[in-house]
């Protein structure tokens, strides 16, 4: 069981980031990555469905015996996190807490910003678990268009530059300084998010952070990797082309992701 890989699950690409991290902080574990392609962006989409569709592929990742579950997406944590925690016997880690934390202890004047999708936003994950402390105040904004043009492989042209000013124009208003990227996709935009927030803002990211949480749960469970175990990397897609999936995933990440299987979820009718 210890030697079994990690899975690590996103609507697209953007979880790629959480599973970069994990395998540099744990470089003998080994990685299954699964982006729910053709079914992204998760976002826009009611919240019943964005459960029953992550449902699916977190049983695919159970069924093909992982040790852990990483749901590297926002949306999905937000939509059905106490679902797999009851559903499932391996444990779940979600990248919404681990960046709700450090937010927490970076922030100087206590005013965070976060910015997420439609879905996320609208579930208010982030809000209501950092207005826990009185002291905080939070101003949150979705930003739709940020996911649509990650997929794309969009990341640096004007109109990334220019959607930024308009989306976070608000939240620099707000005077925050400290700005949640609540989407693993966001991390691809950080340059634009960046200089339209200011170099004084802190930008809080939750790939490094979950992954820390991956350490924590594994060395608490004694689930870590064994010595001598020979760490391997799996990608997975479920859209109709792994070559769309491996183009995208090169101009993100470079030749990191060498190989992409296609694969079908959605065996099991859940119930709604």
């Given at each position: 069981m210890?030697?079994?890989?990690?899975?690590?699950?996103?609507s697209?690409?953007?979880?790629?980031?959480?599973?970069r991290?994990?395998?540099?902080?744990?470089?003998?574990?080994?990685?299954?990555?699964?982006?729910?392609?053709?079914?992204?962006?998760?976002g826009?989409?009611?919240?019943?469905?964005?459960?029953k569709?992550?449902?699916?592929?977190?049983?695919?990742?159970?069924?093909?015996?992982?040790?852990?579950?990483?749901?590297?997406?926002?949306?999905a944590s937000?939509?059905?996190?106490?679902?797999?925690?009851?559903?499932?016997?391996?444990?779940?880690?979600e990248?919404?807490?681990?960046?709700?934390?450090t937010?927490?202890?970076?922030?100087?004047?206590?005013?965070?910003?976060?910015?997420?999708?439609?879905?996320?936003?609208?579930?208010?994950?982030?809000?209501?678990?950092?207005?826990?402390?009185?002291r905080?105040?939070?101003?949150?904004?979705?930003?739709?268009?940020?996911?649509?043009?990650?997929?794309?492989?969009?990341?640096?042209?004007?109109?990334?530059?220019?959607?930024?000013?308009?989306?976070?124009?608000?939240?620099?208003?707000?005077?925050?300084?400290?700005?949640?990227?609540?989407?693993?996709?966001?991390?691809?935009?950080?340059?634009?998010?960046?200089?339209?927030?200011?170099?004084?803002?802190?930008?809080?990211?939750?790939?490094?952070?979950?992954?820390?949480?991956?350490?924590?749960?594994?060395?608490?469970?004694?689930?870590?990797?064994?010595?001598?175990?020979?760490?391997?990397?799996?990608?997975?897609a479920?859209g109709?082309?792994?070559?769309?999936?491996?183009r995208?995933?090169?101009?993100?990440?470079?030749?990191?992701?060498?190989?992409?299987?296609?694969?079908?979820?959605?065996?099991?009718?859940?119930?709604r």
């Amino acid at each position: 069981m210890n030697d079994a890989p990690i899975g690590i699950f996103d609507s697209g690409v953007g979880g790629l980031t959480v599973a970069r991290a994990v395998s540099q902080q744990l470089p003998r574990e080994s990685i299954l990555y699964i982006g729910d392609t053709a079914r992204s962006p998760y976002g826009p989409k009611p919240i019943a469905d964005v459960r029953k569709y992550a449902l699916e592929v977190l049983d695919t990742l159970v069924e093909q015996g992982v040790k852990m579950l990483v749901i590297a997406c926002n949306t999905a944590s937000a939509a059905m996190l106490r679902d797999a925690r009851e559903r499932y016997d391996v444990p779940v880690v979600e990248v919404i807490g681990p960046a709700v934390r450090t937010a927490m202890s970076t922030t100087r004047n206590g005013r965070i910003g976060v910015i997420g999708t439609v879905g996320t936003i609208g579930s208010r994950a982030y809000q209501d678990m950092l207005e826990v402390n009185e002291r905080l105040t939070v101003f949150a904004e979705a930003c739709p268009r940020f996911v649509e043009f990650v997929e794309a492989g969009v990341t640096d042209s004007p109109d990334v530059l220019a959607t930024a000013e308009r989306y976070l124009a608000p939240l620099r208003h707000a005077g925050v300084d400290t700005l949640v990227l609540g989407c693993t996709h966001y991390p691809f935009l950080e340059g634009a998010i960046s200089y339209v927030m200011g170099s004084e803002v802190s930008l809080v990211s939750s790939d490094s952070e979950t992954a820390k949480d991956v350490y924590r749960q594994l060395v608490s469970r004694d689930l870590l990797a064994t010595p001598d175990a020979v760490p391997t990397a799996r990608y997975e897609a479920t859209g109709s082309s792994a070559d769309d999936f491996l183009r995208l995933a090169h101009r993100l990440m470079g030749r990191e992701v060498r190989e992409v299987q296609l694969v079908q979820t959605g065996a099991i009718d859940l119930p709604r």
